[in-house]
């Protein structure tokens, strides 16, 4: 099996399918309202609906990166804001949205051999953008990106 289908397999699993570590992402998402998307259980800390926003961010600037072969800046805001009040139109779009990048994110990957997993444009790839970012780390990254937000998400479910 080539590493890009590997990589490609993990993504996935992170996203909706079996994790290793646990639920996944849209595992952690499923059954909750617009109100709990948008509740603040945890002082300081973001929404549900906010870390899902930040999400679609950065799986959209992945796979720019990866369509494009280069550094390209932030798709939209790090933090994009969700509505404190939203219905459940905004959140199912919400949703919606961070499906469409994955989709998007998946199919990039597709279009990847294994030598372009080790390619390291100009500048890096990943959020400290340093010389040792190449599509193979950024890939990694996306997985552990989802994995990690999908642990804040159960978290703060249990705070609901």
Do not use: N
């Amino acid at each position: 099996m080539q590493e890009v289908t590997r990589i490609r397999e993990q993504l996935q699993r992170a996203f909706d399918g079996d994790a290793w570590s646990g639920p996944s992402l849209q595992a952690t998402l499923v059954g909750l309202t617009a109100a709990q998307a948008a509740a603040r259980p945890v002082a300081q800390a973001h929404s549900i609906g906010e870390l899902v926003c930040h999400l679609t961010t950065w799986v959209l600037t992945v796979a720019q990166r990866l369509e494009q072969r280069a550094l390209t800046p932030l798709a939209a805001p790090d933090w994009p804001p969700f509505p404190a009040t939203p219905d459940a139109a905004a959140w199912q779009q919400a949703r919606q949205e961070l499906v469409q990048a994955h989709q998007r994110l998946l199919a990039a990957v597709q279009l990847m051999s294994d030598a372009d997993l080790e390619v390291v444009p100009a500048g890096g790839l990943g959020p400290a953008a340093g010389p040792a970012d190449s599509f193979y780390v950024l890939l990694h990254g996306t997985a552990q990106h989802y994995l990690y937000h999908a642990g804040q998400v159960a978290l703060l479910r249990k705070s609901l």
